[in-house]
């Protein structure tokens, strides 16, 4: 089935150590979303990237960063983890110029 | 970015019962969307409903909006235990980046 996958599903990673989460779709959607949501919380829209074109929102710490090196995959790279970067990490496709945005199942990311 | 914000009660009802959560947001929108999320996973996409429309229906969901109150309600009918979700509101305030409402819990018993 076509989908969005996410690995790992749970990662604990230490104060200040790079981590970095994975997404791959099999849609051939042209955008993808991350995400961070935290407990009991909307989820919040860090970046997309629309093809090959990253799009950063304007309160998303520098902290933060992703790659896209093709269509299927979609990286989010933490630099330094805070304490307060606890949160689940949602990966999102659409196709564009449809509206529905098809979600994985989250990263749930535990920085101790 | 503008935030859509539901009514922040938690829901429970009985297996059969109807449901409604409302939304509301703050700026002008392209369309609104509802989401579902089981707990620990991925939103699911439910309905949308575009700035031009009124009342839209599938299935067992109705979605209202009123854009001169700036307001959205869904009602899902005939409840089932199925249906124990946390429910999102979002707005796409352009370029479909959307969004999300703090969520509404919605727990039903069979």
């Known amino acids: 089935d076509a989908m969005v996958i996410q690995n790992p599903r749970y990662q604990v990673t230490q104060f200040g150590k790079p981590v970095t989460l994975s997404c791959s779709q099999t849609?051939?959607?042209?955008?993808m979303y991350w995400y961070q949501q935290k407990s009991s919380q909307a989820p919040k829209l860090l970046f997309h990237?629309?093809?090959?074109?990253?799009?950063n929102e304007a309160d998303t710490p520098d902290n933060f960063q992703s790659r896209r090196p093709n269509t299927s995959f979609c990286f989010l790279d933490i630099r330094s983890p805070g304490l307060g970067d606890t949160a689940m990490y949602l990966c999102?496709?659409?196709?564009?110029?449809?509206?529905?945005?098809?979600f994985g199942p989250g990263t749930r990311l535990t920085v101790t | 970015s503008q935030q859509g914000e539901e009514d922040p009660q938690a829901l429970s009802i009985q297996e059969g019962e109807n449901a409604t959560m409302n939304c509301s947001y703050k700026?002008?929108?392209?369309?609104l969307q509802w989401y579902r999320q089981n707990s620990g996973r991925g939103l699911v996409h439910l309905i949308l409903?575009?700035?031009?429309?009124r009342e839209k229906h599938s299935g067992r969901l109705r979605v209202t909006l009123d854009t001169s109150k700036k307001s959205s309600s869904l009602l899902i009918t005939a409840s089932r235990a199925a249906d124990t979700a946390s429910y999102f509101c979002?707005?796409?305030?352009?370029?479909?980046?959307?969004?999300f409402g703090k969520g509404n819990q919605v727990v039903v018993i069979p």
């Open positions: 999102a496709t659409l196709r564009d110029p449809l509206n529905e945005q098809y």
């Open positions: 849609l051939n959607h042209n955008v």
């Open positions: 990237y629309y093809d090959k074109d990253f799009n």
């Open positions: 700026t002008s929108i392209n369309n």
């Open positions: 409903i575009r700035s031009n429309e």
């Open positions: 979002a707005t796409d305030y352009g370029n479909n980046r959307l969004a």
